[in-house]
């Protein structure tokens, strides 16, 4: 920021005669009042967090598409052991819930955590969703190669209504 200097004696460019009724009538009755500063603060407060929210859903988008971009090359492969398919899932869902995110079921859509389980016939066990669906923990899936891996935000946790007390 280049402002040009004012000199300190520099006269405003229309200054208002004294003792003239009519101008002070015009005078903003409430600059001194402070309820009228805590509203301007609190409106520039809500601009600062609207600004603020809308950076952070951008800078999130570009997050997860980064990440979905890399783990896209490891769609259709296997890494040829249970132990390093394992390995690369927790490594996967770990990044994705510092972000916030989980993979997207590709058979029902809904957000997954990328699993590894045994299976038999596979040695290197097979690729399944797990999720809750209803109420209910199902697993979906179940390929031996990595599925297509589509990133959404992690759902709101649900108050659960037949939680017990205590
Ligand atoms: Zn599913």
Do not use: W, Y
Request: aromatic letters at 2%.
């Amino acid at each position: 920021m280049n402002a040009p200097q004012r000199p300190p004696n520099a006269d405003p460019p229309h200054p208002s005669p004294p003792n003239q009724g009519e101008e002070a009538a015009t005078a903003d009755p409430g600059e001194n009042q402070p309820a009228h500063e805590k509203g301007s603060e609190a409106v520039l407060a809500a601009a600062m967090l609207g600004d603020l929210k809308r950076e952070m859903n951008r800078l999130q988008r570009e997050i997860r598409l980064a990440i979905q971009v890399q783990l896209a090359k490891m769609s259709g492969r296997t890494l040829g052991s249970m132990e390093a398919n394992r390995e690369l899932a927790r490594s996967i869902q770990e990044m994705l819930d510092a972000h916030g995110l989980r993979v997207r079921c590709t058979h029902c859509g809904h957000p997954a955590i990328l699993r590894v389980s045994p299976r038999a016939g596979a040695a290197a066990g097979v690729f399944v969703f797990d999720h809750t669906i209803d109420g209910r923990r199902t697993f979906h899936g179940g390929r031996v190669l990595m599925p297509e891996i589509r990133l959404v935000a992690k759902p709101a946790r649900k108050p659960r209504g037949e939680k017990k007390a205590g």
